[in-house]
């Protein structure tokens, strides 16, 4: 797919990449590095999980594919547009973000919160909204499983309800990408799986939806997932389809501790392997006793 005319925006670059990332470092003023060359590529209707310890580096890589920050160094294009030669405001319209610690305003009606979506704004521009926007925030509402709460204020959800509506102010827009920045964080069990469930039917009824899940733990992946990077200390460990990526190998080098993964009914889990140790970055099989 190509680009949009005049804008330099589309829902695609020209070699069909929703996200396409070449040789990204960044590093802090103070010479830290965050990202160590990272090379990543997003195609449409992708579902991509963002895996890796603190400060692996999971949270930056993000920021650089919604176009929050720019590299030190290397390339980074989002949906057609490369960072540097692109209006970044303009690009930021037509990326859905989910973020735990993005501003909902506790005073809003919940159908007006998920209005401003359609401007990405935390507070409502009413001249920019007209009925049929009105309708899609109640409708998104519902796909979510938040249509009852329609008329309640923010300051009274609870935080797995607040979650179900981010995502719906991030669809406002119609975005082809959705990034959500480790979602189920905080979430009791039943949230979580309502969270998840409602990922899932996504991928189900967007199928030219991208979308990438940061998380620290593999339970916290929806069904939908297709794709997994593993991150460690700024460097990509394995990517791919997430069947041949979410080993216990790689998992294993990934966070530095031995794990055995499985998967189960469309869901990841991982533990630690009672009878292994970790090494370094890797781990090694280990006898129950050592003598």
């Not at 390339?75 to 692109?86: A, E, I, S």
């Not at 993005?102 to 401003?116: F, I, M, Q, S």
């Not at 997994?228 to 216990?248: F, H, I, Y």
Request: glycine content about 14%; proline content about 5%.
């Amino acid at each position: 797919m190509g680009t949009t005319e005049g804008t330099g925006l589309g829902t695609a670059g020209d070699d069909g990449a929703v996200i396409a990332i070449e040789a990204a470092r960044v590093w802090t003023p103070e010479g830290a590095d965050l990202l160590r060359g990272v090379t990543w590529a997003v195609g449409p209707g992708e579902h991509w999980a963002l895996l890796g310890p603190n400060g692996a580096g999971k949270s930056t890589l993000l920021s650089l594919a919604g176009a929050a920050r720019h590299p030190s160094s290397g390339t980074v294009t989002v949906l057609g547009g490369t960072l540097g030669r692109v209006d970044v405001r303009r690009l930021r319209e037509r990326i859905g973000v989910v973020d735990a610690g993005g501003v909902l305003l506790d005073w809003l009606p919940v159908e007006v919160a998920v209005l401003t979506g359609a401007t990405a704004t935390s507070r409502p521009l009413w001249d920019r909204y007209g009925p049929a926007e009105l309708v899609r925030a109640g409708e998104l509402l519902a796909q979510v499983g938040c249509g009852e709460l329609v008329g309640r204020e923010v300051g009274t959800l609870s935080q797995g309800e607040r979650q179900r509506v981010r995502v719906a102010r991030a669809l406002m827009a119609d975005p082809p990408l959705l990034l959500l920045d480790e979602p189920a964080t905080g979430l009791d069990l039943p949230a979580r799986e309502a969270l998840l469930g409602v990922l899932a039917a996504l991928a189900r009824t967007r199928p030219t939806l991208s979308s990438v899940v940061v998380a620290h733990h593999l339970e916290d992946l929806p069904t939908s997932t297709t794709h997994a990077l593993l991150l460690r200390r700024g460097e990509a460990v394995a990517a791919g389809p997430v069947a041949q990526t979410l080993t216990d190998e790689a998992v294993s080098a990934c966070f530095g501790l031995a794990v055995r993964v499985r998967r189960e009914d469309g869901r990841w889990s991982a533990r630690a392997a009672a009878t292994w140790t970790a090494r370094g970055t890797g781990a090694d099989p280990a006898p129950e006793s050592r003598g």
